[in-house]
């Protein structure tokens, strides 16, 4: 049984950071994509990134390159998400997701078969 444990939301102003922490058991993730999505109250779950587990390939949505990192601790099995300048409209629940294929750096839901229960992240202005 597969299980994505995410942590590391919280209250934060605008321009501040937080990392966001997605921990994974149950199987190994060598060969897999790991996708971060959120959703905002009253709007539909968006992609955010992906990474291949080993880490060579990164993929962002345009809304949060350049402020947002997707990293990887194999060891840990663990992926990490690194939120940086973070601004109001991004505040949302984030989740990680397992990719259903790999080598598929997806910004489609139904690509990613596993989920965490999602962490709130609230940017104040």
């Known amino acids: 049984q597969v299980e994505l444990v995410e942590s590391g939301g919280g209250l934060v102003q605008a321009g501040g950071s937080l990392r966001l922490s997605c921990a994974a058991s149950?199987?190994?993730?060598?060969?897999?994509?790991m996708g971060w999505f959120r959703q905002a109250p009253g709007k539909e779950r968006e992609f955010v990134g992906a990474i291949d587990w080993i880490g060579a390939r990164t993929y962002y949505s345009d809304s949060v390159k350049g402020r947002f990192t997707i990293s990887s601790a194999n060891a840990k099995n663990t992926v990490y998400l690194q939120m940086n300048s973070l601004k109001p409209e991004d505040t949302a629940v984030y989740y990680c997701?397992?990719?259903?294929?790999?080598?598929?750096?997806?910004?489609?839901?139904?690509?990613?078969?596993?989920w965490g229960q999602g962490t709130q992240v609230t940017v104040s202005s």
């Open positions: 149950g199987r190994s993730f060598s060969s897999y994509v």
């Open positions: 997701a397992r990719g259903r294929r790999s080598n598929s750096l997806s910004t489609m839901e139904d690509d990613y078969d596993y």
